[in-house]
């Protein structure tokens, strides 16, 4: 495999936090900087988050439509079992 040296600046106390965390992975420092560039790579790209996002817009939208149909649909179940019981009761029938 053909390699290429990369070199950044930082902190002595993030290098040092990198030290540390590479060490208690029992990996290298190149190695933990790798996986998580691969990692920050391979996120999902702008156009998905802002579909995401979309979705998201769309599903807050339509959420209080729904409980409302809901709630609706549970006052007409209600009235409709309150009118079944008036037509038994005069009929009758009892529960």
Request: charged share 30%; glycine share 4%.
């Amino acid at each position: 495999m053909q390699t290429e040296r990369v070199t950044f600046l930082t902190t002595p106390e993030h290098k040092a936090s990198l030290d540390a965390f590479a060490r208690d992975n029992g990996m290298s420092v190149g190695h933990v900087v790798r996986e998580a560039t691969v990692e920050y790579l391979s996120r999902p790209e702008a156009v998905e988050d802002a579909e995401l996002a979309a979705l998201v817009a769309e599903a807050n939208d339509a959420i209080p439509k729904m409980a409302a149909s809901i709630d609706h649909m549970i006052a007409t179940l209600d009235a409709s079992h309150s009118r079944v019981d008036r037509f038994l009761r005069e009929m009758g029938v009892r529960r």
